[in-house]
């Protein structure tokens, strides 16, 4: 278990610390949230029809789809790609862990890094 966490914590901390593209994702987020806001209001002011969510809520969960976007898997891990498209792959089959627990400690740490740093706004 202690590779595995190692990993984690490794990855963990490579990823918060590219401050310049967290501000840029911050701001990238916010300026999406905002217009997505908006477009809900405009809706929620335009129609006459009773809604299942109040305008509250709808602005809660365009916030929270924001802030967790980043916890989607669109794409797929860059250096583990290299690794096998390399064949460099090999070399990790012999370290004594386990391989693929060992690139879920990454995938892990890779999708809760970024939601924690553009949680914020």
Known sequence: MRPYLAILSA????????????????GT???????RTMIFVAFFEGSSADSP???????????????????FPLRVDAEVAEMIR???VAYELLRPVDIY??????SIAARIAPPILRAGP
């Not at 990855?11 to 911050?26: C, E, I, K, N, T």
């Not at 987020?29 to 217009?35: A, N, S, T, Y």
């Not at 627990?101 to 990454?106: D, K, N, Q």
């Open 11 to 26: 990855r963990f901390r490579a990823l918060l610390q590219y401050r310049a593209a967290a501000v840029a994702g911050m």
């Open 29 to 35: 987020q916010v300026f999406w949230g905002l217009i």
């Open 53 to 71: 969510m109040s305008k509250a809520d709808v602005v809660a969960y365009i916030w929270l789809g924001q802030a967790f976007f980043a916890m």
């Open 86 to 88: 390399t064949g460099n």
């Open 101 to 106: 627990s060992l690139w879920m400690a990454r």
